[in-house]
DNA sequence: ACCTGAACACCGTTCAAGT
DNA sequence: ACCTGAACACCGTTCAAGT
C-alpha cells in the first residue's frame, strides 16, 4: 500500500485490518502485509514477535476503536446500555476481523477497559462478583457474535462483491424446500440482508440488557 | 488414529474434531487428518471437494449432535428455552471448533433445523417475519459465542493441560494492577474458570430468553 | 537498530499415474 | 472406484549476514 522511509508499527497493523476487511482474516498473512510494503516477510519480526503477535495487535486496534463513556448518575442498567453500544459500534465495521476480540477481551489493554467498566455496572446492579463474572463473558461474547453474524454486506468489502454474496445466500435459502424449512424460506430476505443494519445491533443490545436486568432482579429478589 | 480397511467420510470427520478438541481448529489440516488414517493427502479429495469441505462437515457434524425437542403445548418461550438448550448442549463438547457453527447455522441441514424451530417459535411468540429472523441469527450466534468463551478448560483437551491454561489466565488476571482494574482483578477467579459450567449454560439460555420475551411483548405492545 | 536472503518444514492443491 | 507420488505455489520461521 503506503511505501515509506520507516515501517512502523501501527501502519502494518492498518494494513493487515484492511486485508481483513477485504479478504477475510485468512488472507492476512505475514508474507502478504510485508509485500504491501514493500519489504521482506521477516521485517515484520522486528516489531511482532510472531503471526500471534500481529493478530493480538490487531485485535487491540479493534477494540480500541470503543470510545467508552464516562460513568454518570444515571442508573445502570442505561450505563451499560450505552456502555455495548460503544463496544459493537467499534466491531461494526470489521466482522472479518471481529472474531480475534474473542481473544482480546482479557488479552488486551482496551478489551480489559470495557470488562472492567461492565463488571463495575453489573455490581452497581447488585450482581454478585461470580455472577458477573459470568455474565461478562457471555455479554461481551454476544456481542461479538452479534458483529461477525450480522445480516447483508460486509461494510469492509467493496459493494458489488458484498451485493453478490447477499443475493447467492438468498438464492440459497429460496432454493429450500417450503415443505421442510416454511420459515426459513419465509424469511429468507431478512435473513440474508436485514433491512436496517443500525436496527439490528440496537435491538440486540436491548436485548441483553433487558436480559441482564431480568437476572440481577432475580437474584436480588431470591437473596433476601 | 484407526487403520481401516477403507477410507470413510464419517471417520475421517471424526478423527478431524479429535484434532480440533485436542490441539485447535488450526490443528486440522487435511495433511494431518490424512496420516492418521496412514494415508496419501490426496485420498481425502476423493471424500471432500477441499479443505472447506471438511471443515463445513465438521460443522455439520458438530450441529448434528443437537437432539431437538419435539414441539408441545407449552408456551412458546419455555419450548424455545429447550430448543437453545439442546444447541448449545451439542457445542460444549468443542469449543475449538464452535466457531464453525457460525457458518452452519445456514449451511448445514442441522443448522437449518434449529434455525426452522426458533422461527416457529417467536412467530408463536408474535414476533413479525422480520424481528424473528433478525432475533434468530443473533441468539444462535449468541449461544455459539457462549460455547466459545466458556471460562474453564476445554473439555476436549488432557486436563493437565487444561489445568495450566486457566492457571495462567488466573494468573494474568491477577497479576494487573488492580488500581486501573479492580473489579477485573476481583473477579480473576471466576473470570478463569467458573465454579460450576452447566450454571454458565442455563444462566445463558435464561438471559437469552428473557430478552427475547421482552423484545417480544414490547412488539405486540406497540403494534396494536 | 533495522532490514535482507537463503533455507527449512510445513501447508493446500493440480496432474498424471497406478490398481 | 479409490488411492498414490511427484510437483507447485504458498505459508511461518530460523539463522547468518548486510548496512
Same mark, same amino acid.
Given at each position: 500500500m503506503a511505501a515509506q522511509k520507516r515501517l512502523n508499527r501501527e501502519d502494518l497493523v492498518t494494513t493487515a485490518l484492511a486485508v481483513a476487511d477485504a479478504?477475510?482474516?485468512? =488472507?492476512? &498473512?505475514i508474507r502478504r502485509v510485508a509485500q504491501q510494503h514493500d519489504v &521482506? $516477510?521477516? =521485517?515484520l519480526y522486528r516489531h511482532f514477535p510472531d503471526k500471534d503477535g500481529l493478530l493480538l495487535a490487531l485485535a487491540d486496534r479493534l477494540l480500541s476503536g470503543a470510545v467508552l463513556p464516562e460513568p454518570d448518575d444515571r442508573p445502570w442498567y442505561d450505563q451499560l446500555r450505552d456502555l455495548l453500544a460503544a463496544f459493537v459500534e467499534a466491531l461494526r465495521p470489521h466482522p472479518n476481523a471481529a472474531v480475534l476480540a474473542f481473544r482480546g477481551m482479557v488479552t488486551t489493554e482496551p478489551g480489559l477497559a470495557v470488562t472492567e467498566r461492565a463488571l463495575a455496572l453489573m455490581a452497581a446492579g447488585g450482581m454478585s462478583v461470580e455472577h458477573s463474572a459470568e455474565t461478562a463473558s457471555h455479554i461481551l461474547g454476544s456481542l461479538v457474535a452479534l458483529a461477525i453474524v =450480522?445480516?447483508?454486506? $460486509? $461494510?469492509? =468489502?467493496?459493494p458489488e462483491e458484498g451485493d453478490d454474496a447477499v443475493r447467492a445466500k438468498r438464492a440459497t435459502l429460496l432454493a429450500l424446500s417450503p415443505r421442510r424449512y416454511p420459515y426459513v424460506v419465509a424469511a429468507a430476505e431478512p435473513l440474508a440482508a436485514c433491512a436496517d443494519t443500525g436496527l439490528y445491533f440496537d435491538r440486540g443490545v436491548d436485548m441483553i440488557v433487558s436480559g441482564i436486568r431480568d437476572a440481577a432482579g432475580t437474584e436480588t429478589a431470591t437473596s433476601r
Open positions: 479478504e477475510g482474516l485468512e =488472507a492476512v &498473512t &521482506t $516477510p521477516m =521485517a =450480522a445480516p447483508g454486506p $460486509p $461494510p469492509g =468489502a467493496d
